[in-house]
């Protein structure tokens, strides 16, 4: 297992709701790939969202994403953390 | 007080003591501009490094970021988590 943040752009006028709920989706299949999403963060101003991640795979964390309906447009491995 | 993700690129061949290091340098000030880091994550090969911190601002989060020696390259901040 390996920690990844991922990144989705243009996801501007994202609200509180709509990001609890693609969390939600996320996290309702993400065992299939054995991975878990731990925290994602957004700005619906700039429409920057970050997803933090302990996956097998960069490609585990997209097939999740893509499967709810949120491609990531980045996935960066982050094996050093504090 | 707000959320602010921060990324520093070009950090590439950063070690676990190296973050962990500037991390410490910036808790040891971060009261003085009323900023938390909360966590940083790194990654050596691509030289991403991304900072959580809570802070009244993002010039607040520069501040210490530039004190310490290692100026952020986007400040953006996060109001919506889960």
Partial sequence: MARFMDVHRGMQGITADQLMEAHKADLAI????????EHAWADPESGLVYCLSEAPSPEAVQRIHERTGHRADEIHPMPLSV
Avoid: I, Q
């Fill in 30 to 37: 993400e065992n299939e790939e054995g991975v878990h999403f």
